[in-house]
């Protein structure tokens, strides 16, 4: 799969966000090492703190199922900025896969590209726990 085609995966999701308090939707496909693709989007709750977002939907989906090794993760919102993972993504990918391809889109499908490693640089993981 192309990266583009994955940015696409990730496009699928926006309708299926549940976002009635921020009115943004975000969508992500997580790509694991066999190639399979675990799909996510934010899904919000009355008690804010309780909302998640669309990373890490598609990571404890994944690691529920059994991944926990991963390639690639695309991003994408209905946004002109690009939709960036916010930090405490960035810290539960981190977990599994520091080496991470991060693609992030914004509303007209374009994309950047970056190692989750220079998105979290220094990040703590489990070998920090040393
Ligand atoms: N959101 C994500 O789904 N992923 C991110 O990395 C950034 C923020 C969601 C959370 C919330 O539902 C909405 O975007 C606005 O913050």
Not at 7 to 16: D, N, P
Not at 54 to 65: I, M, N, Q
Not at 89 to 114: G, I
Request: hydrophobic content about 35%.
């Amino acid at each position: 799969m192309t990266d583009q085609e994955l940015v696409e995966q990730a496009f699928t999701m926006l309708e299926r966000a549940y976002v009635p308090y921020s009115h943004f939707p975000v969508g992500a496909a997580l790509e694991g090492e066999d190639g399979k693709i675990f799909t996510g989007c934010n899904v919000e709750n009355a008690a804010y703190g309780s909302c998640i977002c669309a990373e890490r939907t598609a990571l404890v989906k994944a690691v529920s199922e059994g991944c926990q090794s991963f390639r690639r993760l695309a991003v994408v919102g209905n946004s002109t900025d690009y939709c960036w993972p916010c930090g405490s993504c960035r810290q539960m990918l981190y977990e599994f896969a520091p080496e991470l391809e991060v693609l992030v889109a914004k509303k007209d499908h374009s994309f950047v590209k970056y190692r989750l490693r220079e998105l979290l640089p220094q990040g703590f993981g489990p070998t920090s726990l040393g």
